[in-house]
């Protein structure tokens, strides 16, 4: 198999425009659809689509900000036309790179068809706490849940009569080469032991395992393979997905994400990652402290190449001082050792099933976690959300572990997210506030995600989006 010199791929600013046809979903629009989407003003979501089109347009490119990248294409729009026969995209001064010869590129194409569903199902779902079917009042929990499992699926993310074998990977998309291949030696090893692979869909961390698994799965001839990619719209807008997704879905915000993740995973891989990863890995935690989770079997590893060890060794530590040793029992850390990884996750994910069999539980959703409101409430990161966060040791667990995840919810907002650095052009720095010796564990850690390059991706220069106080 050859590839394309890189030096006749197009000037990532070239573009061309063109009309092609949604692929693999959502082939038809009603018409009051077709104006949601087409609706420009304040009350419509176009300005979201044209961000997270052009985004998965621009697949292949090293970014993590949404601002720069529609200042290169300027002038991108997107269009839906309606016609008789379903409806079309037209799409004005788009990356020339996401075309081969005039035509769209299958993947990506795939890919841009599952933002617009997703983007209109949700709407469809708005949460008014009654039961669309009964007519019975929900909880907000309970309509929370449902919602995320609606958006989950129509995407057709769903495989009923599947063993469980789907792992979580998580990890940072500023990462270094050793870790990148180290990722990618781990999913080699799941894939060879026939585990799909599920992810937050960009770079890095996040595109490794999958890439290591697919070698794997050609290997043993494992086929239909699933490379799930779970994003929402502010982080999609800002890190294109990796072309080996194969099965896309945005949810509506970072909440749901995270719940979608835990709900569908079999099983969760953390490698090394910045805040985005710490947020995840406190989201984890604080719903498997939760009184009613505790005997609910969820393996979870942390792991990377030797290098990594001193970074682990600190997110270990804080999670201790902070969340205490009943959040440390509930992971292994494994260091530079893909095999031990992969035997490891195989036999957690025998037990999952075995216990799903055990209570008739479904294999393709976990229903049985309960995840308080403090994880499912939407954390919207403005100044005075950011510095009202209550950081103290004194308060339960479970709270705590929700705040932190908030707070770095919102670093993650100011470093990559377009409203998040446009807040923090208004106004300055978010500041948090926490008991001294909170902050000071705090501090350590936010240090070294900057000193180790985790914030942004590697040439970028980065300026902090906080303050501690």
Same mark, same amino acid.
């Given at each position: 198999?050859?590839?394309?010199?890189?030096?006749?791929?197009?000037?990532?600013?070239?573009?061309?425009?063109?009309?092609?046809?949604?692929?693999?979903s959502l082939e038809v629009l009603s018409q009051n659809e077709v104006q949601f989407l087409r609706?420009?003003?304040?009350?419509?979501?176009?300005?979201?689509?044209?961000?997270?089109?052009?985004?998965?347009?621009?697949?292949?490119?090293?970014?993590?900000?949404?601002?720069?990248?529609?200042?290169?294409?300027?002038?991108?729009?997107?269009?839906?036309?309606?016609?008789?026969?379903?409806?079309?995209?037209?799409?004005?001064?788009?990356?020339?790179?996401?075309?081969?010869?005039?035509?769209?590129?299958?993947?990506?194409?795939?890919?841009?068809?599952?933002?617009?569903?997703?983007?209109?199902?949700?709407?469809?779902?708005?949460?008014?706490?009654?039961?669309?079917?009964?007519?019975?009042?929900?909880?907000?929990?309970?309509?929370?849940?449902?919602?995320?499992?609606?958006?989950?699926?129509?995407?057709?993310?769903?495989?009923?009569?599947?063993?469980?074998?789907?792992?979580?990977?998580?990890?940072g998309h500023s990462i270094s080469r050793e870790e990148y291949d180290y990722s990618k030696a781990?999913?080699?090893?799941?894939?060879?032991?026939?585990?799909?692979?599920?992810?937050?869909?960009?770079?890095?961390?996040?595109?490794?395992?999958?890439?290591?698994?697919?070698?794997?799965?050609?290997?043993?001839?494992?086929?239909?393979?699933?490379?799930?990619?779970?994003?929402?719209?502010?982080?999609?807008?800002?890190?294109?997905?990796?072309?080996?997704?194969?099965?896309?879905?945005?949810?509506?915000?970072i909440e749901k994400r995270l719940e979608a993740f835990v709900r569908v995973g079999h099983g969760?891989?953390?490698?090394?990652?910045?805040?985005?990863?710490? %947020?995840? #890995?406190?989201?984890? +935690? =604080?719903?498997?402290?939760?009184?009613?989770? $505790?005997? @609910?079997?969820?393996?979870?590893?942390?792991?990377?190449?030797?290098?990594?060890?001193?970074?682990?060794?600190?997110?270990? %530590?804080? #999670?201790?001082?902070? +969340? =205490?040793?009943?959040?440390?029992?509930?992971? $292994?850390? @494994?260091?530079?050792?893909?095999?031990?990884?992969?035997?490891?996750?195989?036999?957690?994910?025998?037990?999952?099933?075995?216990?799903?069999?055990?209570?008739?539980?479904?294999?393709?959703?976990?229903?049985?976690?309960?995840?308080?409101?403090?994880?499912?409430?939407?954390?919207?990161?403005?100044?005075?959300?950011?510095?009202?966060?209550?950081?103290?040791?004194?308060?339960?667990?479970?709270?705590?572990?929700?705040?932190?995840?908030?707070?770095?919810?919102?670093?993650?907002?100011?470093?990559?997210?377009?409203?998040?650095?446009?807040?923090?052009?208004?106004?300055?720095?978010?500041?948090?506030?926490?008991?001294?010796?909170?902050?000071?564990?705090?501090?350590?850690?936010?240090?070294?995600?900057?000193?180790?390059?985790?914030?942004?991706?590697?040439?970028?220069?980065?300026?902090?989006?906080?303050?501690?106080?």
């Amino acid at each position: 198999m050859t590839s394309t010199p890189a030096t006749t791929r197009p000037a990532p600013t070239a573009t061309l425009s063109a009309v092609v046809s949604p692929e693999g979903s959502l082939e038809v629009l009603s018409q009051n659809e077709v104006q949601f989407l087409r609706d420009t003003s304040s009350h419509g979501i176009h300005k979201v689509l044209r961000q997270c089109a052009l985004a998965i347009l621009n697949a292949g490119v090293a970014t993590d900000d949404a601002r720069s990248t529609l200042e290169r294409y300027p002038d991108f729009d997107i269009e839906i036309l309606q016609e008789d026969r379903g409806v079309r995209l037209k799409l004005t001064a788009a990356p020339a790179h996401a075309f081969v010869d005039g035509e769209m590129i299958r993947g990506i194409r795939e890919q841009l068809s599952s933002v617009l569903r997703d983007l209109v199902f949700a709407k469809a779902q708005d949460i008014d706490g009654v039961s669309h079917l009964t007519g019975q009042k929900l909880s907000d929990s309970e309509a929370t849940t449902n919602i995320v499992f609606g958006l989950l699926r129509n995407a057709r993310l769903f495989t009923p009569s599947k063993t469980p074998n789907l792992v979580v990977c998580w990890g940072g998309h500023s990462i270094s080469r050793e870790e990148y291949d180290y990722s990618k030696a781990v999913g080699y090893q799941l894939g060879l032991r026939r585990m799909d692979i599920c992810t937050g869909c960009g770079p890095g961390a996040m595109k490794g395992p999958m890439k290591g698994a697919n070698v794997a799965h050609a290997k043993q001839r494992y086929a239909p393979a699933r490379y799930l990619g779970i994003s929402e719209p502010g982080i999609i807008a800002a890190e294109s997905p990796n072309p080996i997704v194969n099965q896309l879905t945005i949810m509506p915000d970072i909440e749901k994400r995270l719940e979608a993740f835990v709900r569908v995973g079999h099983g969760i891989i953390v490698f090394p990652g910045g805040v985005g990863t710490a %947020e995840e #890995i406190l989201y984890l +935690l =604080g719903i498997l402290l939760h009184p009613d989770n $505790r005997d @609910i079997p969820y393996p979870v590893i942390f792991t990377g190449p030797a290098s990594s060890a001193d970074y682990f060794h600190q997110i270990d %530590e804080f #999670i201790g001082a902070t +969340l =205490g040793s009943e959040a440390q029992n509930r992971y $292994r850390i @494994i260091i530079d050792d893909p095999l031990e990884v992969a035997t490891s996750m195989a036999a957690g994910v025998n037990e999952v099933t075995q216990f799903r069999r055990e209570h008739q539980d479904a294999f393709y959703f976990n229903w049985r976690l309960v995840i308080p409101d403090a994880f499912q409430k939407p954390f919207v990161p403005t100044h005075a959300a950011m510095a009202d966060l209550d950081l103290h040791g004194d308060i339960d667990k479970a709270e705590l572990a929700a705040n932190l995840r908030r707070a770095f919810s919102g670093i993650v907002a100011g470093n990559v997210k377009d409203q998040g650095i446009a807040e923090i052009e208004r106004h300055g720095p978010f500041k948090l506030n926490a008991e001294p010796e909170l902050m000071r564990r705090l501090d350590t850690l936010l240090k070294s995600f900057v000193e180790q390059q985790r914030m942004k991706l590697p040439g970028s220069d980065y300026v902090p989006c906080y303050t501690l106080g």
